[in-house]
């Protein structure tokens, strides 16, 4: 843990608002120097409080108008199923996030597709054969919601 004052605390704010803001921008905003932000910035950086900046992508522009949320249960549990079962959902491109959770399902996964019909075919073809699989339930995402982290 780092110790976070209000200007840190307002400048990660800012900056989940917008990664690609620049100091002086950032600064104005915080009412530092365009070199104290760019300071505190770097600090909150190398503290690993900043673990990167990303550009986030329309997937409905590029495309991609179905996301599915899936719960899956392993059907056999142990080391080796685990192992083998998230290096084979890694190698499918449809699936965005993979999340290994305690809880009703061993993993959460994110997928992405076209339509619905492209969905069934990577479910049927590519989760459902994975090493492991038991149960799934699949949640598709009618409306999303994006919020920062309350800082």
């Known amino acids: 843990m780092i110790d976070l004052d209000d200007t840190d605390r307002a ?73 083998d079962f998230e290096r084979a959902v890694s190698a499918i491109p449809e699936v965005q996030l993979v999340q290994h959770v305690l809880g009703m399902y061993d993993y959460r996964l994110k997928v992405v597709a076209p339509d619905l019909s492209d969905f069934e075919r990577v479910l049927r073809r590519r989760i459902m054969t994975l090493p492991g699989v038991g149960d799934v339930e699949a949640n598709v995402l009618l409306s999303e919601e994006k919020r920062p982290l309350p800082i």
């Not at 400048?11 to 365009?34: I, N, T």
């Not at 190398?46 to 986030?56: L, S, Y």
């Open 11 to 83: 400048l990660l704010r800012a900056l989940q608002g917008d990664g690609s803001a620049k100091a002086s921008d950032l600064g104005r905003a915080v009412g530092l120097s365009q070199p104290a932000t760019w300071r505190r910035v770097k600090r909150l950086e190398d503290a690993g409080v900043i673990a990167g900046r990303r550009v986030v992508l329309d997937a409905a522009k590029l495309g991609f108008g179905v996301t599915v949320f899936l719960g899956i249960k392993l059907a056999t549990k142990g080391r080796v199923s685990l192992e």
